[in-house]
């Protein structure tokens, strides 16, 4: 799911409607639109995936895993532990 765009570009951030959010890369199925919260950060926000074989996650620190698609290996971004919508949820 190449949606990140560091250059204000980001057509998902604010988008809420029902559905969901598959890999771009392979149309594997990501996250669904019910896990997605606001943010303050410039990109959208999850707080799980649909399936746990969803994503692959790979430990860059005690706080942060680097998120890769489950099926084709498409870079995702990040899980930051503890930095959900509330106290002990992730956000994606």
Not at 3 to 16: I, S, T
Not at 19 to 36: D, T
Request: net charge negative.
């Amino acid at each position: 799911m190449s949606f990140c765009n560091f250059f204000g570009g980001e057509v998902y951030k604010d988008h809420f409607k029902p559905g969901m959010y598959v890999c771009s890369q392979c149309n594997h199925p990501l996250f669904s639109s019910r896990s997605k919260f606001a943010h303050s950060s410039p990109w959208p926000a999850f707080t799980d995936t649909i399936r746990e074989d969803s994503v692959t996650k790979m430990m860059e620190s005690l706080t942060a895993f680097k998120v890769l698609c489950g099926k084709c290996g498409n870079g995702l971004g990040h899980e930051f532990v503890n930095d959900g919508p509330e106290e002990g949820v992730s956000r994606f």
